[in-house]
């Protein structure tokens, strides 16, 4: 079969006859979102403690049934997305332990948190080891929107998803994962849980946390209506993803501590040393590191 995503052609297919999404927000929802327009066949469902989150889904379309009780909703599930905040996925983990005899036999469970080894405990935790029918992933594609009401079916074009599965994994369960990010028009790579936390500490929860330690910083200050009123593009630029959900970033943070007070070191020596540029009238340090920075910026491959 051949599915359309937007503009990508998608030849891959998900056949997945009941798929349950546990989050519906901007995640979950989103990828609600991109499985109806790519054509998928199966049933979605979807389990939110917000009952209003359930009901808009239904209302946009985007699932067709849901509920707020996990263990109503598993029976016959062949595949479970958990699409919550990072430190709700081991209660989430834990109620699904308990519903999973409900659903299909060859259920297949994956994930979506922006951290993956504090995941990975989780599952130890709750099921003594990842499951063989575990295949943890994430999409690198958000925003600072939260809620199912800014569900995007075309946020994972082109944009790729991690997948980090245990050596053990089922290959048919990891197959069955990359078809489902396939259909939504992603690309999927696959890193170690290690190294994944590591790099996306760097090009994704340090950016965060000094967006949100800049604007918390001017906003703190008498004078901040005067100095937003005249905030232009180089700060929205800079801080749009300070608008981000709270509590999806104080997760990450608190799970993904090393690997983020690591890259903060990094960040720190770069920044004394603009500092020491700055105060020292440095032109040549400070030409050297905006040459560096802007050649890095241009040649990388972000669009
Ligand atoms: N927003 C992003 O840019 C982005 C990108 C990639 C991955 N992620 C990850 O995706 C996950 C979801 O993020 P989001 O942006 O969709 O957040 P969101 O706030 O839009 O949605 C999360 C949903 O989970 C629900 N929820 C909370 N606890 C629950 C529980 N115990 N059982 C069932 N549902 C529960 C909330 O009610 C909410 O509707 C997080 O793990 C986040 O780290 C987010
Ligand atoms: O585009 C944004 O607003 C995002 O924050 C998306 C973003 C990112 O940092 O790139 C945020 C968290 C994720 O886990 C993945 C993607």
């Not at 917000?50 to 109503?72: F, Y």
Request: charged share 20%; hydrophobic share 45%.
């Amino acid at each position: 079969m051949t599915v359309m995503v937007g503009d990508s052609v998608n030849t891959s297919s998900c056949h997945e006859s009941r798929l349950l999404i546990v989050g519906l927000g901007l995640i979950g929802g989103s990828l609600a979102a991109a499985l109806r327009v790519a054509g998928f066949q199966g049933q979605i469902a979807a389990c939110d403690p917000d009952e209003q989150e359930i009901a808009r889904g239904i209302e946009m379309g985007l699932i067709d049934s849901g509920g707020t009780q996990l263990a109503e909703l598993v029976d016959d599930a062949t595949m479970v997305v958990l699409a919550v905040p990072v430190l709700a996925m081991e209660s989430v983990m834990a109620n699904l332990a308990e519903a999973l005899p409900n659903a299909s036999a060859d259920v297949v469970i994956t994930d979506v948190g922006s951290t993956k080894a504090t995941i990975r405990a989780c599952a130890q935790r709750v099921f003594g080891q990842v499951p063989t029918n575990m295949v943890l992933g994430h999409p690198i594609a958000g925003s600072e929107k939260s809620g199912v009401a800014a569900a995007n079916p075309r946020l994972y074009v082109d944009h790729k998803v991690i997948l980090t599965p245990e050596p053990n994994v089922d290959r048919s369960a990891l197959q069955r994962v990359r078809c489902l990010w396939k259909a939504c028009g992603a690309e999927v790579l696959e890193m170690d849980v290690e190294r994944h936390d590591q790099v996306l500490a760097r090009t994704s929860h340090l950016p965060h946390l000094l967006a949100f330690s800049l604007v918390d910083t001017l906003a703190r200050q008498d004078e901040r209506l005067d100095i937003f009123r005249y905030a232009a593009g180089g700060f929205r630029d800079f801080t749009r993803i300070a608008g981000s959900d709270p509590v999806m970033w104080r997760d990450i943070f608190i799970a993904n501590k090393e690997a983020v007070l690591a890259s903060l070191d990094d960040f720190e020596a770069g920044l004394s040393r603009l500092r020491h540029a700055v105060e020292a009238g440095d032109s040549d340090a400070l030409i050297a590191t905006f040459d560096r920075a802007s050649h890095a910026r241009h040649y990388s491959t972000l669009y």
